[in-house]
């Protein structure tokens, strides 16, 4: 069971990583874009 948790965590902080200019730009108000020149 452990086991199974870890896996979804792992994988929510993947999603989160490839979306992070997404999420960024949500918190921040600022264009997507913006974002994600500033990340790259």
Known sequence: MKFLLLLAVIAAVVVAWKMR?????????QDESRVKRHLD
């Open 21 to 29: 200019a997404v999420i960024a730009a949500k918190i921040l108000g």
